[in-house]
């Protein structure tokens, strides 16, 4: 699913805002939260 097919989604709740992207990788979970500054199991991700 694209960014845009979740954020389109979730347009119905309101809730679009809440899809971040990062020009850094996020391609583990442990790097995903080193960039949004969280420990990682606070993180929910989708690849």
Do not use: N, P, W
């Amino acid at each position: 699913m694209s960014v845009e097919a979740v954020k389109k989604y979730l347009e119905r709740f309101g809730r679009e805002g809440d899809v971040l992207e990062f020009d850094e990788s996020s391609a583990t979970v442990e790097i995903a939260a080193k960039a949004v500054g969280v420990y990682f199991g606070q993180t929910a991700k989708m690849s």
